[in-house]
């Protein structure tokens, strides 16, 4: 198998204002200036039960039944036109928010989170990689009303968002493709962090041109400049995050 054609599916998620839209931008950037083929989304999406959703947080949630079908079907919508699609075509996936932002925001609501943690896993493929932004609520409201200058919706309450983080981190704790990133760090640090765990993790497992341990330095595709990894690693590190986004 090429293993240089197979699809990578990457999750960022997290509470609102963890810098999560900033990271699958950056990110998405740095693999296409490393010449990969590249596919971001978010969810909830653009579809029907996405825009039911967003405006939910505008004017009013729903009830907890209603909200978490309205999840479920959107979810399912982008894995089959989206997500699905892009990783069978050799794309490198990465989205804004997947089944992990439904079982702890629904379980912060009182829902039984690892009923649905097991329902999401059984409806929907897990990523070759999660990352848990993890920040204190008091700092990403604070990033909403001064960084972006938005006003809260009714996702991004504090004490709501205090039960959401704990869910959150509860998720990360069992689940053995996640990670756990300080998302109080700066935005370049963050992706830092973030690359790091790719290079050394899915990236050299889909990318290396050996389906063994290597020496690196005496790699023979690597010296031929036929290893995809070998390509990846030095544009990663050395990609230059915007300095419009490094606040």
Not at 153 to 168: I, M, P, S, T
Not at 170 to 195: L, T
Request: with cysteine.
């Amino acid at each position: 198998m090429d293993r240089s054609s197979q699809g990578i599916f990457i999750v960022i998620d997290g509470i609102d204002g963890a810098g999560k839209t900033t990271q699958v931008q950056l990110l998405g950037d740095a693999f296409e200036a490393a010449g990969e083929s590249v596919v971001r989304s978010k969810e909830p999406t653009g579809g029907a039960w996405g825009r039911k959703l967003r405006e939910s947080a505008t004017n009013g949630r729903m009830p907890l039944d209603q909200e978490l079908r309205a999840f479920v079907e959107d979810r399912k919508e982008h894995v089959a036109n989206v997500i699905q699609p892009a990783i069978n075509a050799g794309s490198i996936v990465i989205v804004d928010r997947y089944f992990y932002s439904t079982i702890a925001y629904q379980g912060s609501r009182g829902a039984d989170a690892k009923s649905i943690a097991g329902d999401m896993r059984a409806l929907f493929p897990s990523p070759d990689v999660a990352f848990l932004l993890d920040a204190d609520p008091v700092i990403t409201l604070h990033r909403i009303e001064n960084g972006r200058g938005d006003s809260p919706n009714h996702f991004e309450r504090l004490d709501q968002l205090a039960v959401v983080r704990k869910v959150f981190l509860d998720i990360a704790q069992n689940d053995p493709v996640m990670r756990i990133i300080d998302g109080s760090q700066s935005i370049n640090a963050v992706f830092e962090a973030i690359a790091n765990v790719l290079i050394e993790g899915v990236l050299k497992q889909k990318r290396c041109a050996k389906p063994y341990p290597c020496d690196v330095f005496n790699c023979v595709p690597r010296l031929a400049g036929e290893c995809n990894w070998a390509e990846i690693v030095p544009k990663l590190q050395g990609y230059q995050k915007p300095t419009a986004l490094l606040k």
